[in-house]
């Protein structure tokens, strides 16, 4: 039995990583499991950490006894003996443009603000829980607001900093709402004129007969606006802004499960929609900005990423993925999912960036230059693989233009490491009439990494890790029956 508990105490990866520079101080976020790790880079440290749940508890013990009574209520042992509520894993993080907050999204729908100071101490702010679970979080520049997109294909703007006076407005608005309410019967959108197989007819005609009470979505009891919502779910965000008659205005830009990236003016005028960037052929799972262009970079179930011209709404290249790490997969049959794109700077250049593509399960991660895809050449000649020792799961940068990448990527073992640093540079070649990116390891982050890898162990399953870490492939449609002979 003894055996058989070792055996289970693997390394968690970190599921997601963050940089952040705070005066002369520099860390990584990385997110391990529940916990959060505010990681000194020049000190060599875990300066602080972050477990969710914790406030869970405190705050349910508060509201216990906020009846404003002075006796003791009859169910407090009750209360007290209650099992605490278990701690939900954390699934997406951002930081904000100041450097000064964290915006942490975890399993239970929770987005937690927490406050970071110079010497790493992460504070707690605000929790907030959403209706669906946030697939999608982006901080605006102001760096005010937060934009939220959520599974059910809504997008939200939150404030950054919680106001008293507003959350407790949009509290009573919400009880509001909640005691005029009325249950509304399930009406089918379909119709016998757009349901043409027998089984489907014969599904419309039991729904109709059956009463079902459509489910009623619970009002926010915070301050929030809703901004703009999808048909389909919602599988990734980024907001832009370009000149427009000589006035910056922002947009919108968000990737469905229905394999349309939809661009609408930002807010106040959300619900414009400005057109779709239509060529995938199955899903879209992440979308990515080029900075200092009006680039979009798109992937997901198909076996490349498109290049966008995204105020046009046109395709300008398709990057072949597969020819890229053909040598990596098990099967010429296996299908493609694309978990990650991020746009990181190369090392020593100005205005030059290139493009980190991870695909899910696959140890590697595929650079793109993205100062070739302006040019005559062949797209595909700017694709770099470059293989890891792990599949990936985040991407982060630091330290300017003569930084580093960190990678984190699945690796469980006891003596590995979860998280390590490589530099992009540019070579040029005999002619210099062109230059490839050049991509080395970075040798001096590998002392304090592997000091972090071994700073906290986790008793969990490989079973349950998977199905924690690996969900974008999930988003590919399952094929129907064959409905020809049913006509």
């Not at 890229?324 to 997969?329: E, R």
């Not at 746009?343 to 991660?365: G, I, M, N, T």
Request: glycine fraction near 6%.
């Amino acid at each position: 039995m003894q055996e058989d508990v070792v055996t289970q105490v693997i390394h968690h990866p970190f599921q997601c990583i963050a940089s952040l520079e705070q005066g002369d101080g520099q860390f990584l976020l990385a997110a391990c499991g529940v916990e959060l790790l505010a990681y000194s880079l020049a000190g060599r440290k875990v300066a602080s950490k972050w477990r969710s749940g914790i406030t869970d508890q405190i705050a349910e013990t508060i509201n216990g006894h906020a009846n404003g009574s002075e006796e003791r209520p009859a169910k407090k042992q009750k209360t007290d003996n209650k099992k605490a509520p278990p701690a939900s894993r954390i699934i997406s993080m951002r930081v904000s443009c100041d450097q000064s907050h964290v915006i942490v999204v975890t399993e239970d729908k929770v987005i937690h603000v927490l406050n970071i100071t110079g010497d790493g101490h992460l504070t707690e702010l605000s929790r907030r829980a959403m209706p669906k679970r946030p697939c999608a979080v982006r901080v605006m520049p102001d760096p005010s607001t937060i934009l939220i997109g959520d599974k059910f294909g809504d997008v939200y703007s939150l404030p950054l900093l919680v106001s008293e006076s507003k959350d407790q407005s949009a509290q009573a608005e919400a009880q509001d709402a909640e005691r005029t309410a009325e249950p509304a019967l399930f009406k089918p959108s379909a119709t016998p004129l757009t349901v043409h197989t027998k089984r489907n007819l014969r599904a419309l005609e039991s729904q109709k007969k059956q009463k079902i009470v459509t489910p009623r979505k619970e009002p926010l009891a915070f301050d929030h606006r809703l901004l703009l919502g999808h048909v389909s779910m919602l599988t990734d965000m980024v907001h832009a802004a370009r000149e427009v008659d000589g006035k910056t205005r922002r947009y919108i830009l968000t990737a469905d499960r229905d394999e349309h990236i939809r661009v609408s003016r930002g807010p106040p005028q959300s619900h414009v929609i400005e057109g779709y960037c239509l060529a995938h052929t199955d899903f879209v799972s992440k979308i990515c900005l080029i900075p200092g262009t009006e680039l979009l970079v798109s992937g997901g179930g198909n076996d490349w990423v498109g290049v966008w011209d995204w105020p046009r709404c046109e395709l300008r290249a398709k990057l072949d993925l597969r020819k890229a790490i053909s040598h990596l997969l098990p099967s010429n049959d296996d299908k493609l999912a694309v978990s990650g794109i991020w746009a990181v700077p190369v090392s020593h250049q100005v205005d030059r960036w290139a493009l980190c593509v991870a695909c899910e399960k696959l140890p590697a991660l595929i650079f793109i230059d993205c100062s070739a895809l302006g040019d005559d050449a062949p797209a595909d000649a700017s694709v770099t693989a470059y293989k890891t020792d792990a599949p990936v799961l985040d991407v982060a940068y630091y330290g300017g233009h003569a930084g580093y990448i960190l990678i984190a990527h699945d690796d469980r073992r006891l003596d590995g490491r979860r998280v390590r640093g490589v530099r992009v540079n540019a070579k040029g070649d005999e002619n210099e009439t062109r230059s490839t990116l050049d991509i080395s390891e970075a040798t001096a982050l590998d002392e304090p990494f592997m000091h972090l890898s071994a700073s906290t162990l986790a008793l969990e399953e490989n079973a349950t890790l998977d199905s924690f870490l690996y969900t974008t492939a999930n988003l590919r449609k399952r094929g129907g029956w064959d409905e020809d002979n049913e006509a």
